[in-house]
């Protein structure tokens, strides 16, 4: 079974443009999930989709948006980017079968320089 | 606000010894932990987890212990092994604010001696 994959894995942007990130969840996973991993902060919350609708989301400005496709496909978009938008961003994916208490599988990250 | 807190940022430990990562939460309405490793240019690997119902949760040389009352959490590792150095991430979920949110501490970095 494929993993979680993201795309592109590397990417420099310059202050001012806006950047659209993608995410290929695990086979039959419906929820993904996008956190920014920046040092000293850990991974933080952006927010997560669940069958096209965004269920849940995280503490950061409307610059960040995301979507998800019918086929659990995801993409996150910062618009008008910041210099500190720089870090590593990861995508994951769960069954979200309803039941309590799964884990989430990550992607290997797509690396965001903002210069 | 820091919900969950790794206070250690590195931790340095002998081969074959134990390694006891800690981590720390303070919203009471997280009822699932769990422990990720992350190595470099990597994504976070899932290692174990625990429900609040249960104090002690046991996978291999993995062990997590919960105390809900200090809301406390702890990974033992044993015995340690150089493949173990990476970052390890501490995470908190809660079914009543969406299971598939995790809240993360900002992690240890763990270095193993041979």
């Known amino acids: 079974k494929a993993g979680v994959t993201q795309t592109p894995r590397y990417l420099i942007k310059t202050r001012g443009q806006q950047v659209t990130l993608s995410c290929s969840p695990i086979?039959?996973?419906?929820?993904v999930s996008w956190y920014q991993q920046t040092p000293g902060q850990g991974l933080q919350f952006l927010f997560e989709y669940f069958s096209e609708t965004q269920r849940n989301k995280g503490n950061f400005p409307g610059r960040f948006s995301g979507r998800q496709f019918s086929n659990s496909r995801s993409e996150m978009n910062v618009s008008t980017l910041e210099l500190g938008d720089s870090a590593l961003y990861l995508c994951a994916s769960s069954p979200a079968t309803g039941a309590l208490n799964t884990e989430a599988f990550f992607g290997q990250g797509t690396r965001l320089t903002v210069v | 606000d820091q919900q969950v807190k790794q206070n250690s940022p590195s931790l340095s430990v002998q081969e074959g010894r134990i390694s006891i990562l800690n981590c720390d939460y303070t919203?009471?309405?997280?009822?699932?932990f769990l422990w990720y490793k992350k190595y470099p240019a990597e994504g976070p690997t899932f290692l174990i987890s625990?429900?609040?119902?249960?104090d002690k949760n046991e996978d291999g040389r993995f062990t997590v212990f919960l105390n809900k009352s200090a809301k406390h959490l702890s990974l033992h590792i044993v015995p340690s092994q150089p493949g173990d150095s990476a970052v390890y991430f501490c995470?908190?979920?809660?079914?009543?604010?969406?299971?598939?949110?995790?809240?993360f501490g900002t992690g240890t970095r763990l270095t193993i001696i041979p």
């Open positions: 086979s039959g996973h419906r929820s």
């Open positions: 919203n009471s309405m997280f009822d699932y």
């Open positions: 625990i429900s609040s119902i249960k």
């Open positions: 995470a908190a979920s809660g079914s009543n604010f969406g299971n598939e949110k995790l809240t």
